[in-house]
């Protein structure tokens, strides 16, 4: 049994702030009551979270772990060590694996990983194409009996309107999302990084918002066609999310999910630097803003990391020549609070829901503290300074723009099926 004891509890899918205690037996909640409440069971662990938020579990919708195939970037092991130290409970793992997870063999595989690491809790994503190569559709069925939770071929969009269309009808009689990256292929060959001033200044082949919205356009007419539901991944244009907001008004199955890196930098903050290329690209100061009001009056639905590592022999290269991607698990949370919660921005009880009952919501799931629920917690400090060092982190590696920022918040400690994960010193 575990005790979190004194802690302030916030619950957004029951609007609870209140100071509570927490008794957990075994990978369930077993009683709630007001600080002070609860006796402590005999040989019960006790944990003071004075001074602490406590949270239902983080969910993390976009992530990548690399394994199999590209474990020497990152492995199910080292990236959910990385995820616990970010404050997440569950990962959510595109299938851009090698080979790609789009059969039922490579999902169990992945869950017999994950359960063997004994930490977070692994959520598969199962790819929408063969292959993700968007030719025809996977067996999107049978990965949903081994466990996949979503569908996409994430990495890339799903290549025609015509194939996404099966895709959708298909997923919508399993009751599955279709998780897309919106991207136009044709707009953005060869791109780099966002057009605009800062990549003719530096030189470096631009890639227009369009060929964001242009595609979040394409879903989300197919989404209203075939009633499925549809996350747009990474959203990170102001286009992009007044597609979304639109698709909301006519009720539609639409959701979104914007990550803590699109909403702190912007194409402005571009050096030839790697670490600061992914895709989609840094966006305008324009379409940062717009990101910020779509967090805060509710069109947007998810706070994702995107966590891709990639090992420093792919990225310790020249800028054109290095892959897309950034790690995110461990500064998610840090730079929520500071560009959302510590600005004035966002609630606290706000930014708790796009890390939990948001992500929740898009994957069909309920999230929320009580009893018989399961012992899943976060457990976070609004006021802990720290210093970011990537070299600390137990990914394998290192491609965060991030490294050597100071923060105000963190999390203290991560809590799954009732056992302590992880827990700052």
């Not at 560009?339 to 829901?353: A, D, K």
């Not at 210093?387 to 290192?398: A, C, E, G, I, L």
Request: glycine share 8%; with cysteine; net charge negative.
């Amino acid at each position: 049994m575990l005790l979190i004891k004194n802690g302030r509890v916030l619950d957004p899918a029951r609007q609870t702030d209140a100071a509570l205690d927490l008794l957990l037996d075994g990978d369930k909640i077993a009683e709630i009551a007001p600080a002070g409440k609860i006796s402590a069971p005999k040989n019960a662990e006790l944990f003071d979270a004075s001074g602490l938020i406590v949270a239902p579990g983080f969910i993390d919708l976009h992530a990548h772990l690399r394994e199999p195939g590209q474990e020497s970037s990152e492995t199910i092991e080292t990236g959910t060590r990385s995820a616990a130290r970010g404050g997440f409970t569950a990962v959510c793992c595109m299938p851009n694996t090698r080979p790609v997870n789009d059969n039922a063999s490579v999902t169990r595989f992945i869950l017999d990983r994950a359960k063997s690491a004994a930490g977070v809790r692994v959520w598969p994503i199962g790819a929408a194409s063969i292959s993700s190569k968007g030719e025809a559709i996977a067996e999107i069925a049978a990965m949903k009996e081994a466990g996949i939770v979503a569908v996409s071929d994430d990495g890339k969009p799903i290549a025609t309107a015509k194939l996404t269309r099966q895709v959708m009808d298909y997923c919508r009689s399993l009751d599955l999302p279709v998780i897309e990256h919106s991207e136009d292929v044709s707009l953005a060959a060869g791109a780099v990084m966002r057009e605009g001033v800062t990549s003719t200044r530096l030189g470096l082949p631009g890639m227009p918002a369009a060929a964001e919205s242009v595609c979040v356009a394409r879903d989300v007419q197919l989404a209203e066609l075939t009633g499925a539901r549809l996350h747009v991944a990474h959203l990170s244009a102001k286009a992009s999310l007044d597609q979304v907001r639109w698709a909301k008004s006519r009720g539609l199955r639409v959701t979104c999910e914007v990550t803590p890196h699109h909403f702190t930098l912007i194409d402005e903050d571009v050096q030839y630097d790697s670490r600061y290329k992914m895709n989609p690209p840094l966006a305008s100061r324009e379409d940062r803003e717009a990101l910020l009001a779509g967090l805060a009056d509710g069109a947007v639905d998810v706070i994702a990391t995107d966590h891709a590592p990639h090992e420093p022999a792919l990225k310790d290269v020249e800028f054109d020549r290095a892959p897309f991607g950034i790690l995110g698990f461990e500064t998610a949370l840090a730079l929520s609070l500071e560009q959302l919660v510590h600005s004035g921005r966002l609630s606290l009880m706000r930014m708790v829901e796009l890390f939990t009952t948001g992500p929740a919501r898009v994957l069909g799931l309920d999230r929320k503290l009580a009893p018989g629920q399961p012992a899943d917690l976060t457990i976070f400090s609004l006021t802990h300074p720290w210093t970011y060092n990537v070299n600390d982190s137990p990914s394998k590696s290192r491609n965060s723009p991030f490294d050597g920022r100071a923060f105000t918040g963190a999390p203290m400690a991560t809590i799954v099926a009732g056992r302590i994960i992880y827990r700052r010193n």
